[in-house]
């Protein structure tokens, strides 16, 4: 069963939450500190973070809050949206059959995922190398004396030797059959479920791999295992989330959820980037020292003709056209940090209000150069679909 809510929204125990789903929901949000909603005494409420979460047999989407369009439209915006901050790849075959079955935005990931893992074994799984101690009874490889004098002093007839063995078992598959081993526990769509055993049937005999799991950042990649690195992320996050010590009885919980202040600060620097003019540089996230080792940095920066612009994104649903005071104190920051004399604060469009055109802030003395900030409301969604002429628009208010 599949439900659709909004963020921020709450669901209730016996309205469409079954206290069992509850339970194992709450031990979800204590184990990360109600990061992605909080726990109320009869239900859970929702944040900023939207995507998917399956537990047992139920999965809840949760979708942006936008105004004017559908949950069906809000879910079709959203994975547009994922897919142009690159979070979800082009739609291939298998995600294309899974969406005429209405799939679910987490069946959807999943799928990416079997897929990019098909890749993989297409393009051929890499190998290694791995050291192989044995007590032989034919001389092969490198004898361990310590070993051999050990074990074999009154067997001469055996060998404690060393190979090298040019196997599959590098812990990236290793990793990557796990995840596929844990994948085989949830509820699947009927075409996922039998590609995921398809994919688990091509793959080389591996160990699974043992607790306890590497922190992704601790992974080195190199020429031949660079083309890993998006697949083990998901892998990983698939792995963390299914450890058999996390369920402790309850229903297992598996979430793919995303922050909307990064996925619309990363939607208006992608929009912005394939609508500026040569003349146009468009950067993100530049950081700058402050304070004893610390550095602040906005969202964007527009470099037009060697004049600065600062953009700080907020998914906020404003009531009225008045930025908060410490949005306003951080644009003037920024604004003296970066030698801008123009900053705008851009938030999603809300019917009924205006954009606000250049406000200077009050010279801080007689010779203090002149800062102006204004407000422009982005339209998010056009005619039903994700607004893909929302950088051209932004560039034609800005400038």
């Known amino acids: 069963m599949t439900l659709q809510v909004l963020e921020h929204e709450k669901l209730r125990i016996g309205e469409r939450l079954p206290a069992q789903h509850w339970q194992a929901l709450a031990a979800f949000a204590q184990g990360n500190a109600e990061r992605y909603f909080r726990i109320l005494h009869n239900g859970i409420q929702f944040s900023n973070y939207v995507g998917a979460l399956q537990v047992g047999d139920l999965t809840i989407e949760i979708l942006p809050k936008i105004d004017d369009i559908s949950e069906a439209n809000a879910q079709v915006v959203l994975v547009e949206m ?51 101690t044995q007590n032989r009874r034919t001389f092969k490889g490198k004898l361990l004396i310590h070993k051999q004098i050990e074990q074999n002093l009154v067997r001469p007839e055996r060998f404690f030797t060393q190979t090298l063995e040019y196997s599959y078992e590098h812990p990236f598959n290793r990793l990557l059959y796990t995840a596929l081993l844990a994948l085989g526990k949830l509820t699947l769509p009927a075409k996922a479920a039998f590609f995921l055993q398809q994919l688990r049937q091509q ?78 540089a468009v950067k993100r996230q530049v950081p700058k020292p402050f304070w004893n080792r610390r550095a602040i940095q906005p969202d964007i920066v527009l470099a037009i003709d060697n004049q600065n612009i600062i953009i700080d994104t907020k998914w906020k649903k404003l009531t009225k056209v008045s930025p908060a005071m410490d949005d306003l104190r951080q644009l ?8 801008a004399r123009h900053s705008v604060l851009v938030y999603p469009r809300v019917p009924g209000l205006q954009d606000l055109e250049p406000v200077p802030f009050q010279p801080v003395g007689e010779n203090a150069a002149a800062y102006f900030c204004q407000v422009r409301l982005a339209s998010l969604v056009k005619d039903g679909r994700l607004n893909r002429q929302l950088g051209a628009e932004l560039l034609e208010k800005i400038l």
């Open 332 to 339: 003037f920051v920024y604004n003296q940090y970066f030698d």
């Open 203 to 280: 793959f080389p005999p591996v160990e699974p791999w043992c607790l306890p799991l590497p922190d992704f950042d601790s992974l080195r990649f190199n020429r031949q295992t660079l083309r890993y690195k998006n697949t083990l992320q998901v892998a990983l996050s698939i792995l963390q989330q299914t450890r058999p010590e996390l369920r402790a009885g309850r229903l297992q919980v598996l979430a793919i959820l995303f922050d909307m202040n990064f996925l619309f600060e990363a939607f208006i620097f992608r929009q912005l980037q394939q609508a500026a003019s040569k003349n146009i």
């Open 82 to 132: 994922l897919r142009e901050c690159r979070l979800l790849q082009p739609e291939s075959p298998a995600m294309a059959a899974l969406r005429e079955h209405r799939g679910s935005l987490l069946d959807l990931y999943i799928v990416q995922f079997l897929d990019e893992v098909q890749q993989l074994l297409r393009e051929g799984l890499t190998r290694s190398y791995l050291a192989e």
